[in-house]
Structure formats: structure tokens, C-alpha cells
């Protein structure tokens, strides 16, 4: 599973398709066990892409919320969608599903080259190609090794206490595991348990890292406790300081890799998204907007999705949701309001251009630069007597 995680770390394109099998493998299989077939039925998910273990190591695998039924009648024009319910897969069917996935995975790496077989028809992972720069650092994050300082490739420094009693037995029946491969299915939401279905959500979209689990040893170093203790009596993970950004590094996404995908009725581009989901949006929906009058002119839909103003608007959300920062409000942006009126800030333009964004900068320094400095008087020495 080396290999295969490492794929999945540096080529995004590759851990899109595994999804995709997953998925399609989930999916046939809810399909055939309502008694339809893919033009007759359809159901949905959506996956979030988890890129960390409990011990801030690469771990990439997938959180998937998979309707546990299919949805009928939609096909033709016009047609409302019908759920039908689907009751929850067993021990055996999970490792038959499991099977199914380890196998078409494998041989779509093989195809990639990233796998190989031999003669007893087992897949054997590669060695890495390099060890430096970003590959040494993702490939020490998953086998959980220093990747750099004095201790490199060395295993992380634990702390161990006596195992949990109780923690080399199973605790859930419906857990399937092939070849390195796992599936769980153990965790269900009906339709009015929306809180439980919300703490759902919330668990699998949580960040990387607990804050409050986070601590500095009296050396200077980062312990990180874990939320649950290892099989093998594993609390704490150590980490120096440079090596811990090291981890950090490794559990950045790529650029422009979505880490949540919506499959099946929930997809984008579906045709049943707006009549499923409760917003109404997706494929179709804008045309029944305009037939309702709801929807604005042209020239302010012209105006309000002028692409700067989208994209400064956005920006601003974002920088309110995460950190808590509005751009809008005086008091939490002071020193940057406008020093004629005072008033709140409005979103103008978003720069993106690098020649403009370097004149820019330039300005702001000559001015910075050309400014007296005030510098702060020496600090004096303690009173007479002072201990």
C-alpha cells in the first residue's frame, strides 16, 4: 500500500479514478440489490478526501456518504424520483465488495505502472524513485519516519502505555478488510436523525490537527496526543520541531485538487441534483427560476457575477469562515479603513495580474521606505536595589 498511497499523493489524476471505482463498485452493487439496473435507478454520495492519520501521518482514504437506497422514476421527462431503501450490506457482502475494489484497483495500477505482479499473481509495490525533496517527505509521513534533521529516517518517537483492554478484538461486524484494503460500513443516519447526520459531517470534514491535544515538551519539542490509543499502547507521538512542519508539508493537497466529490444524483452536471437535493440547485434549475419571475435581469446578473467582484466576494467569505476575520467590519479591521470617513470596507476588484500585484508592492515600500522611523529610546536600567 507504499506505492499506492504514494500515487495517490503525487498524482491526483490517480486517486480520482480509484474513487471512481470505489464508487462505481458501491454503487452497482446498491443498484442490483434494489432490483434494478443503472437505466432504471440511480443513487448518490459524496466523498471527502482525507489526507491524515490520527498521528498527523499521510494516510489518504476516503470518507464516503452513500445514500442507503436508490432513486426510481426519474428517468423520463418530467418524472419525479422515488426513493427506494436498500437495507444495509452484511459481513460477507462487504468483503465480496472489498474483493471487487482491491482487485479492479489493482489492476488499474498495474495498467499505470505503478504495480506489478508475480507469479503467484500478487501485487508487489515499487520502491519509490528518489527519496528527496517532497517525495522524501511524503514517503517518511507514511511509514512514519523522521524526514529531516540529525534523526532522519528514524521511527517517530512514541510514547506507549498498556494496551486498552479489549483492543485486539473486533468491535464492529460490518468491516471488511482484503489485501490492505478496508471497508466500514458501520455508522447509519435515518432521515430524521439530522443531528446525528450532522455530527457525521462534522467528523469526517474535521481539519488534520486538535488543537487542544497539541502541547510543547519542557525540550522544546511537539507532542501530539492521540484521540484513541493504538492497539499496541501508542498515547503520544514527538516530533522536533522542523520535522513537524516536515508533516505538516506532507498533508498539504496539490493545488487545485478538490478534496470533496459529489457522484451519482448529486453530481453537478445531474439531471435529478435539483429535485433530490432540498436547495433545488444543479442542472435545470436555472430555467425554472426564469419560467417562476424569480430570477434578476440580465444586466444585474451581468453585474453581480462580474468575475473580480465573485472573486473578491469569495475571498471574503472564506476569510470569515476560517479565520473568523471580516474584511467588512471596522472593528476587526483597524488601521486599514478608510482614514477620510472611517467607513466599512467594500469589495472593489480582485488583483490577480503579477505585474500589477509587483507595482503595487513596489509602491507600498518606496512609501514605507520614504516615511520617517521612530525609534524607541534605549531601556534604561533597574532601580537601585532591584533583585
Given amino acids: 500500500m507504499f506505492r499506492a498511497t504514494m500515487a495517490f499523493a503525487t498524482r491526483p489524476a490517480v486517486m480520482g479514478r480509484v474513487l471512481g471505482i470505489v464508487y462505481r463498485t458501491l454503487a452497482t452493487h446498491q443498484i442490483r440489490k434494489a432490483g434494478h439496473t443503472h437505466r432504471s435507478a440511480s443513487t448518490g454520495a459524496v466523498t471527502l478526501i482525507q489526507r491524515f492519520g490520527s498521528a498527523l501521518n499521510l494516510n489518504i482514504h476516503f470518507h464516503m456518504l452513500l445514500l442507503d437506497g436508490v432513486y426510481t422514476g426519474g428517468h423520463a421527462a418530467q418524472g419525479k424520483p422515488c426513493f427506494q431503501r436498500v437495507k444495509a450490506p452484511d459481513r460477507a457482502e462487504l468483503e465480496q465488495l472489498v474483493y471487487a475494489i482491491s482487485e479492479r484497483t489493482g489492476r488499474y495500477l498495474e495498467r499505470q505502472g505503478l504495480l506489478v505482479r508475480d507469479l503467484d499473481n500478487s501485487y508487489l509495490a515499487l520502491e519509490p524513485a528518489g527519496e528527496t525533496g517532497l517525495e522524501g517527505?511524503?514517503?517518511?509521513?507514511?511509514?512514519?519516519?523522521?524526514?529531516?534533521?540529525?534523526?532522519?529516517?528514524?521511527?517517530?518517537?512514541?510514547?506507549?502505555?498498556?494496551?486498552?483492554?479489549?483492543?485486539?478484538?473486533?468491535?464492529?461486524?460490518?468491516?471488511?478488510?482484503?489485501?490492505?484494503?478496508?471497508?466500514?460500513?458501520?455508522?447509519?443516519?435515518?432521515?430524521?436523525?439530522?443531528?446525528?447526520?450532522?455530527?457525521?459531517c462534522r467528523y469526517v470534514t474535521r481539519p488534520a490537527i486538535a488543537e487542544p491535544r497539541l502541547s510543547l515538551t519542557p525540550s522544546g519539542n511537539v507532542r501530539y496526543q492521540l484521540k484513541t490509543p493504538y492497539r499496541d499502547g501508542t498515547t503520544h507521538v514527538i516530533f522536533e520541531p522542523l520535522d513537524f512542519m516536515a508533516r505538516l508539508a506532507a498533508l498539504v493537497p496539490r493545488p487545485?485538487?478538490?478534496?470533496?466529490?459529489?457522484?451519482?444524483?448529486?453530481?453537478?452536471?445531474?439531471?435529478?441534483?435539483?429535485?433530490?437535493?432540498?436547495?433545488?440547485?444543479?442542472?435545470?434549475?436555472?430555467?425554472?427560476?426564469?419560467?417562476?419571475?424569480?430570477?434578476?435581469?440580465?444586466?444585474?446578473?451581468?453585474?453581480?457575477?462580474?468575475?473580480?467582484?465573485?472573486?473578491?466576494?469569495?475571498?471574503?467569505?472564506?476569510?470569515?469562515?476560517?479565520?473568523?476575520?471580516?474584511?467588512?467590519?471596522?472593528?476587526?479591521v483597524r488601521g486599514r479603513l478608510c482614514q477620510a470617513c472611517g467607513g466599512a470596507m467594500k469589495i472593489i476588484a480582485s488583483i490577480e495580474d503579477p505585474v500589477v500585484i509587483g507595482k503595487i508592492l513596489a509602491h507600498l515600500e518606496q512609501a514605507t521606505t520614504g516615511r520617517e522611523v521612530v525609534r524607541l529610546p534605549a531601556p534604561r536600567a533597574p532601580p537601585d536595589g532591584w533583585v
Avoid at 473486533?170 to 447509519?188: C, D, I, M, Q
Avoid at 453537478?268 to 435545470?284: I, M, Q, Y
Avoid at 435581469?297 to 473568523?324: N, Y
Wanted: hydrophobic share 35%; with cysteine; charged share 30%.
Fill in 137 to 200: 517527505v511524503l514517503g517518511s509521513s507514511i511509514t512514519y519516519r523522521i524526514a529531516v534533521g540529525p534523526q532522519q529516517g528514524r521511527k517517530a518517537f512514541c510514547l506507549q502505555s498498556l494496551p486498552p483492554a479489549g483492543s485486539l478484538e473486533e468491535t464492529s461486524a460490518r468491516v471488511a478488510k482484503v489485501a490492505g484494503f478496508s471497508l466500514h460500513a458501520g455508522v447509519a443516519a435515518a432521515r430524521h436523525e439530522r443531528q446525528k447526520l450532522e455530527r457525521l
Fill in 256 to 332: 487545485r485538487v478538490n478534496l470533496t466529490r459529489y457522484h451519482g444524483v448529486f453530481a453537478p452536471n445531474s439531471p435529478h441534483r435539483a429535485l433530490v437535493t432540498k436547495a433545488g440547485r444543479g442542472r435545470g434549475a436555472r430555467r425554472k427560476a426564469s419560467d417562476e419571475g424569480e430570477e434578476d435581469t440580465p444586466a444585474a446578473r451581468r453585474s453581480a457575477m462580474t468575475p473580480d467582484r465573485v472573486r473578491g466576494r469569495l475571498w471574503a467569505q472564506r476569510l470569515k469562515r476560517v479565520f473568523r476575520i471580516d474584511v467588512e467590519t471596522p472593528d476587526q
